[in-house]
């Protein structure tokens, strides 16, 4: 009896000993990810003076110059910028769930010739890097007489063959046997996509969805190159004017990329439970 106890009592110190051990990895792992949000805080209110000649760095910055949010924002059009980026973000999140959930219903779920030829076709659009296709698109863009227009903004982001891929597998795990008894009762292939599938595929849309928004938020290559004007210039591209050729206002630079994260914490705070659960569900995907 007094061996079994003992055992117990071994297991349950070395489990509890293996929490410790995994609490402090991941309190380590979570001060590591923190420390460059923190730091980045801390650099939007310091002066330039300090940022230059403090060594070694310091956290707590000696003075706090709230000034520089305001010297920020009223130092470009940050009103207009911040406006563009929503406006694109949000559309380019819309209009590519909506493309690639009726893409991936028809890979997924409809059957005609070449599907999986037309699949594999989307599949090597993964393996070309988008330098590659750069010049292709601008020059595609300009022929349209979309270049420093909306629309070059967000109809090229619009598509996205990772988001059909991943989608595919999802509705690829949802059993044939809704669609038969849709079906059966009179309803159409676009009728089953919209009553059936997507009511089951909320957790992996609103995953998409958040992964999507950001990507549109923080994209910088695209809109620099399309773009020409302020009016149409978004986030990214506008703190880049921070930049000069000799030198980098980098207390301006941080304060303007704290005020542009908050739409990106808003957006992850209210969805962070939609994220692990379509992580969790398209994790456990089948091919």
Excluded: H
Excluded at 77 to 100: D, E, K
Excluded at 120 to 144: E, S
Excluded at 225 to 254: A, H, K, Y
């Amino acid at each position: 009896m007094a061996t079994v106890r003992e055992q117990n009592m071994r297991s349950v110190n070395g489990l509890q000993w293996g929490r410790i051990t995994l609490y402090i990895i991941l309190t380590v792992g979570a001060a590591i990810m923190v420390l460059p949000f923190l730091w980045m805080l801390s650099t939007s209110l310091k002066t330039s003076t300090d940022i230059l000649r403090e060594f070694p760095p310091r956290l707590i910055p000696s003075t706090f110059m709230i000034s520089n949010y305001s010297t920020a924002i009223n130092s470009m059009p940050f009103g207009r910028f911040y406006l563009n980026s929503l406006i694109v973000a949000c559309s380019v999140t819309i209009l590519q769930l909506l493309t690639s959930s009726l893409a991936a219903f028809a890979f997924a779920r409809l059957r005609f010739r070449g599907r999986n030829a037309i699949f594999f076709l989307y599949l090597i659009g993964l393996m070309i890097p988008f330098p590659v296709l750069l010049l292709p698109n601008f020059l595609i863009i300009r022929q349209l007489g979309w270049f420093d227009k909306y629309l070059a903004l967000i109809v090229p982001p619009a598509f996205s063959a990772f988001s059909i891929f991943l989608l595919r597998q999802y509705y690829r795990g949802l059993p044939m046997e809704y669609d038969e008894a849709a079906r059966i009762d009179g309803a159409s292939s676009l009728r089953i996509w919209w009553s059936v599938i997507l009511p089951n595929s909320t957790p992996v849309l609103a995953a998409l969805g958040v992964f999507t928004f950001l990507g549109s938020w923080n994209d910088f290559l695209w809109p620099l190159i399309v773009t020409n004007s302020q009016n149409m210039r978004t986030l990214p591209v506008g703190l880049s004017t921070f930049q000069g050729q000799f030198t980098v206002r980098w207390e301006l630079l941080m304060a303007a990329s704290v005020v542009a994260l908050i739409p990106v914490l808003i957006v992850y705070f209210f969805a962070q439970n939609w994220i692990i659960r379509g992580l969790s569900v398209s994790s456990g995907l089948k091919g």
